[in-house]
């Protein structure tokens, strides 16, 4: 065959679209019963709502030229997000309450433990503020932090940022800005989109470039600013920062597999590749092999959890194929790997980093009390930390989905009258132990995150979806080693590796990688290109 896909999550579909794309008829396998991944939808309370991610920041062109090729519209999300942050240091739950500290949104104002509601600073990337002495970053930090902050545009430029310091994203921040804007900026919002503390996670990977772009602008509210204004100079209608798929982002995946099928590709679920070998040129297998890849191929069925590998539960069935896309998870890959001829992936030492347990319950009730949206979009809840007061909610992000997308707040007047929204509560974080969310509690967070009580007969339809492990942290060290393997993938002949675990973390990312390894196996006359001993028809 022209080419396999070994993977169906958006790195997949994404690969087998670009090689689709090029003339060629990939054969994608995907060992769960679905394709999409982390991309997924369903219908809740009769409206289809995305069970994973739910949007994307565009950066680079991949995502945006994707959507335009598939025919989707992306656009913004409804309404401005909140942080729910404990109080300051050195205040009480009654200082908490007063000022420019005050909660701004939620009804009842902050709680009996101080932690309270507020808005997100308006000028920032991930929290890291343009303007530190802006009323809104001074109303979250205080006088204290906000002018620590400030200091930032006083020191040397290479402070945090030169290549002796440290990779990771919260030393950068603590380093240039100080521990205020980390622990109620950056810490909360980089928790709630990468499920990771900033400590573990490099800068370069979650924001690229960042640390180049202090050194050579002066500060990192320089560099800050620097990304504001290039994403406000873009032409009108050149999509920039975080967009939705209309209709939801489960729509850009079902788009993509339908696109693969309709160029004449080949879409499997429920089939997974079990080993692989790559022959020589008289069709023998060795290490010295430089002709098409051997892969076996048997069908799946459910692991021991739906978080587990699925498991082989027939005979395999060897197929040959010109080239090959490893786009399915780490663990999946490396052990793929360990039949390409001079590769050893023990040698280089990859040890896969176990991403956070992850809980999403969706609810769609009756709520007349939210039809004013009292924290807009949504709100993402602080870690809380040793020095703060307990947190008074177990979640850990709200989404208020019919606020935040119209379609979502259209389906629920069309199937069930005014005055129903719908809520989605995510839990867990790293370090902590597996959350077992169950709805008369996730209904208690709603009311003290949101002053709106909803009672358990107002519930019409609720599902809880895990994505245990899935989003593994990008660590420096994890990132260069992941490289080292790549390079090492590359000297083998129409082989690629894909996925978040080599592309790094977000969908944008994960994509423009996918993209770029597709379009190197097929050169440049596309699918004309014949194979070292075998044909496209092999």
């Not at 160029?263 to 070998?277: D, E, F, I, S």
């Not at 060290?477 to 978040?500: H, I, M, W």
Request: hydrophobic share 45%; aromatic share 2%; charged share 20%.
């Amino acid at each position: 065959m022209d080419a396999l896909v070994v993977g169906g999550g958006v790195a997949g579909l994404t690969a087998a679209w670009e090689l689709a794309r090029a003339g060629l008829r990939p054969l994608l396998v995907e060992a769960r019963g679905y394709t999409g991944g982390l991309i997924a939808g369903a219908e809740i309370g009769g409206v289809a709502m995305d069970l994973g991610a739910e949007s994307v920041v565009l950066r680079g062109g991949a995502v945006a030229t994707m959507l335009d090729a598939l025919g989707l519209e992306a656009t913004a999300h409804h309404g401005r997000p909140g942080l729910f942050l404990p109080p300051m240091a050195g205040s009480g739950p009654a200082a908490a309450g007063d000022g420019a500290n005050a909660a701004t949104a939620a009804p009842g104002g902050p709680c009996s433990s101080g932690w309270a509601l507020h808005p997100f600073p308006r000028d920032a990337v991930l929290g890291i503020p343009a303007d530190p002495l802006s009323d809104d970053v001074v109303a979250l930090l205080g006088e204290a932090g906000a002018r620590r902050a400030a200091r930032d545009g006083e020191l040397a430029a290479g402070v945090g940022a030169s290549p002796s310091d440290p990779r990771d994203l919260a030393s950068l921040v603590r380093a240039r800005m100080g521990e205020a804007v980390l622990d109620r900026l950056v810490r909360p919002i980089v928790a709630g989109i990468h499920a990771a503390d900033p400590s573990v996670l490099d800068a370069d990977v979650v924001v690229p470039g960042l640390r180049a772009d202090v050194i050579r602008l002066g500060s990192l509210q320089a560099a800050i600013r620097a990304r504001l204004e290039e994403r406000r100079s873009r032409p009108a209608g050149r999509r920039s920062g975080e967009v939705c798929v209309v209709g939801g982002m489960h729509r850009l995946t079902a788009a993509l597999r339908a696109a693969i099928e309709s160029a004449g590709g080949t879409v499997l679920t429920r089939w997974g590749a079990r080993g692989m070998r790559l022959e020589d040129c008289a069709g023998r297998l060795g290490a010295a092999g430089k002709g098409p890849w051997r892969v076996a191929l048997a069908p799946t069925g459910r692991g021991a959890t739906p978080s587990d590998e699925p498991i082989a539960v027939g005979a395999p069935r060897e197929v040959r194929a010109s080239r090959v896309v490893l786009a399915c998870s780490a663990r999946a890959a490396l052990r793929l790997l360990a039949g390409a001829p001079g590769l050893d992936p023990d040698a280089l030492g990859i040890a896969i980093p176990s991403g956070a347990p992850i809980a999403r319950l969706t609810i769609v009730a009756r709520a007349p009390g939210l039809a004013g949206a009292p924290v807009g979009s949504g709100l993402l809840v602080a870690p809380a930390r040793p020095s703060s007061a307990p947190c008074p909610v177990a979640a850990k992000a709200l989404s208020h989905l019919d606020a935040k997308w119209p379609w979502i707040a259209e389906g629920l007047r069309d199937r069930h009258g005014e005055g129903v929204a719908a809520l989605r509560l995510s839990y867990g974080r790293p370090g902590s132990p597996r959350p077992e969310p169950a709805l008369a509690g996730a209904l208690d967070d709603i009311a003290a995150l949101t002053g709106a009580r909803i009672e358990l007969d107002d519930v019409l339809d609720h599902r809880l979806v895990r994505w245990d492990g899935t989003l593994p942290p990008a660590t420096p060290d994890y990132r260069q080693r992941a490289a080292r393997l790549e390079e090492a993938v590359a000297s083998l002949p129409r082989l690629s590796v894909t996925g978040a675990w080599v592309a790094g973390t977000g969908i944008a990312a994960v994509v423009a990688h996918a993209r770029e390894r597709a379009a190197g196996m097929v050169g440049p006359t596309g699918a004309q290109n014949a194979e070292p001993g075998g044909t496209e028809e092999d």
